[in-house]
């Protein structure tokens, strides 16, 4: 059986022509022509992806998007015409690991999705299976543990993204030295990226909010000015 996609789409044509086709693809489909039914959908039975609209009847793309991440962290590409900045922007700073225009070719959305699973897929992280400490915090040390693919403060495990987790790995891997955008796009998002790198920006600011003490003043992932972010592993 293919990996589970939620299709969250409310116009039917719409809806009906992505499940013909993801399921030719090999993706078993099921499909919510609405936020309230996605999010029952995802409490049932969580996806593997999710394929979720900006412009929804009732509760919109945006609002659908920050409700499932407060419990799941399934990838998620966003589909809309909504191609404004500010709305990419913003779908991103909700949770959405990517997003596609509308309208778009069948291809670039399988590659999309393929790029999404490969993330998911065990593979290279840091170069050791043993933990990395990133913050030695007397009381809430910062651990990240490649075995299990958890990142801790103190005893307490961080809810993640995939797509925050891979960046986090990849400055981990090469700590000590700045990586740019390009290089962590190329890394991370393989060839599945939009065309826009303040994807990195927008997604380091969501990772800062879960990792540090002090977001505003980052003692983790720094940024060098003008080059790219920065690991410094504890020694």
Not at 50 to 63: C, E, T
Not at 117 to 144: F, K, M
Not at 171 to 189: A, F, S
């Amino acid at each position: 059986m293919g990996a589970r996609l939620l299709v969250v789409e409310d116009d039917d044509r719409v809806r009906a022509a992505l499940r013909l086709a993801l399921e030719d693809e090999g993706y078993e489909v099921t499909e919510s022509p609405s936020a309230e039914d996605a999010l029952v959908a995802v409490r049932r039975h969580p996806p593997d992806l999710m394929l979720v609209d900006l412009m929804l009847g009732g509760m919109d793309g945006f609002a659908c998007i920050r409700e499932v991440r407060r419990s799941h962290d399934v990838p998620i590409i966003v589909l809309s015409a909504r191609a404004d900045s500010h709305d990419i922007v913003a779908a991103l700073e909700a949770g959405a690991d990517d997003y596609v225009s509308k309208p778009f070719e069948l291809q670039e959305l399988t590659a999309r999705l393929r790029a999404l699973r490969r993330r998911a897929r065990p593979g290279r992280r840091t170069d050791s299976l043993q933990d990395v400490v990133l913050e030695a915090h007397p009381r809430e040390p910062l651990v990240l543990s490649p075995s299990t693919a958890i990142v801790r403060r103190g005893d307490r495990d961080l809810r993640l993204t995939l797509t925050e987790y891979r960046l986090l790995c990849e400055l981990v891997n090469m700590h000590g030295q700045v990586l740019d955008r390009g290089t962590l796009l190329e890394r991370v998002w393989e060839r599945g990226f939009f065309g826009d790198d303040r994807i990195i920006d927008v997604h380091i600011r969501r990772l800062r909010t879960k990792i540090e003490q002090d977001p505003a003043h980052p003692h983790v992932v720094k940024t060098v000015r003008g080059s790219g972010y920065r690991v410094d592993i504890v020694a």
